[in-house]
């Protein structure tokens, strides 16, 4: 059940930071089944998230490294470390991270954040160190080593495990969907122009929202497909939707201190 508002909430800022691209990337790798742009090249980008107000910073996932770029054939553009100096945010002090799965490029960095709290659905990480990581396809997208590193955090007693939709701080809540993965989660924010939905992988662009066209990376197609009607329910509009790798974001929405690459989600998108 989604919490009513809470009117003692401060809205905070919330960012899109992007690290990485992904170029030379097909249309038709984007959409499960027909493709109806053609096998035209498009762009597919990598981002990270920052949640603030005067109380408190959320980082909402943890990118990659140039290694793993370089291994996985990433164009890498800047640790996504260095970007979140860039706005004054100390990684190391960092208190609350909120993994929206254990993909590579979403939860890799885990150490950079030492004193951070993860918030992770306990169904990711059944899925991730369960029986279905015996199927090299679905094994691919995640790195035994960032796994490694969450039950690090786990032993550590620095895991907090969400069941389903739980607030994380007053106006910042996840939502587990599923569908691309057994425990991805959104996470939903308020900001001054209303509640924003953080989607992630729930709708890696928008078009794979708006046309129902689910991405091809994906556990279970029909929980994608209802995720695609969950995230429209829990934002307040469709410019409330960010979806998570889509080069778009980047253009609707205005640059912070004029960076090519952090743009602020709390500001209106340009029409």
């Known amino acids: 059940m989604i919490q009513q508002p809470d009117s003692l909430a401060e809205p905070y800022e919330v960012f899109a930071l992007r690290y990485a691209r992904h170029d030379g990337r097909r249309s038709g790798e984007n959409y499960l089944g027909e493709d109806p742009h053609g096998d035209a090249s498009v762009g597919f980008d990598f981002y990270i998230w920052l949640i603030r107000n ?3 910073t959320i980082v909402v996932d943890t990118g990659f490294t140039a290694e793993m770029a370089e291994r996985r054939r990433r164009t890498y553009l800047r640790s996504p470390l260095h970007l979140l100096q860039t706005l004054d945010v100390n990684p190391a002090t960092v208190s609350d991270v909120v993994i929206t799965h254990m993909h590579y490029d979403h ?5 950079g954040f030492p004193s951070a709290r993860l918030h992770l659905q306990e169904a990711e990480m059944a899925y991730c160190t369960g029986r279905c990581m015996c199927h090299d396809v679905l094994r691919k997208p995640f790195e035994a080593s960032d796994v490694a590193a969450a039950i690090g955090k786990l032993y550590a007693g620095q895991i907090r495990y969400c069941d389903n939709d739980q607030v994380i701080a007053p106006g910042v809540s996840v939502h587990l969907l599923g569908g691309h993965t057994a425990g991805l989660q959104v996470v939903r924010v308020l900001t001054a122009r209303g509640y924003v939905v953080l989607a992630s992988d729930a709708a890696h662009y928008w078009d794979n929202l708006r046309a129902r066209r689910p991405f091809p990376i994906v556990l279970d197609v029909a929980r994608m497909l209802e995720a695609h009607q969950r995230i429209e329910a829990l934002a ?4 409330h939707i960010v979806p998570g790798h889509d080069p778009g974001v980047r253009l609707r929405f205005p640059a912070w201190n004029g960076h090519e690459d952090i743009v602020q989600l709390h500001a209106e998108p340009a029409r």
């Open 54 to 56: 005067v109380h408190r």
């Open 107 to 111: 939860a890799g960095n885990i150490d």
């Open 236 to 239: 307040d509009g469709p410019d």
